[in-house]
């Protein structure tokens, strides 16, 4: 009998404030979980510029897959002219990033506090001459 956790997404929320996105997942990040979060977190880092933070806090176990799918969002929103970062508390997952040699290559945020919402930028309007003078 197949396995259905290969088919159902990892356990997940979303919000959206002043242009950030911040996606809270939950349970492990593991080949089962990962494989049906990515269409997800493709879908989030399609766009231009994408803000987005993962907060990982209610993540207990990130595996080889998890770690992969984490590398390709950070390749995915860096080439879009983005931002990410992941919300962690756990001195596991640190050490974790520290063995993979990642420690170094994501922002990471010991909780939400630490996290500033950015406002969106008003578009700008080209500089007209008011008279002449």
Do not use: N, W, Y
């Amino acid at each position: 009998m197949p396995d259905s956790s290969l088919h159902s997404p990892a356990p997940h929320t979303r919000r959206t404030a002043g242009g950030t996105t911040v996606v809270t997942l939950s349970g492990e990040m593991d080949l089962a979980t990962t494989v049906c979060l990515r269409t997800h977190l493709d879908a989030l880092t399609a766009a231009p510029r994408p803000d987005l933070v993962l907060d990982l806090r209610p993540v207990p176990f990130v595996d080889c897959a998890g770690l992969g799918l984490l590398c390709r969002v950070r390749s995915r929103v860096a080439a879009r002219g983005g931002r990410l970062r992941l919300v962690t508390g756990s001195a596991a997952f640190r050490r974790l990033l520290r063995h993979a040699g990642l420690s170094g290559v994501f922002e990471v945020l010991p909780d939400p506090a630490a996290v500033r919402i950015a406002a969106p930028v008003p578009p700008q309007r080209p500089m007209v001459p008011t008279g002449q003078g």
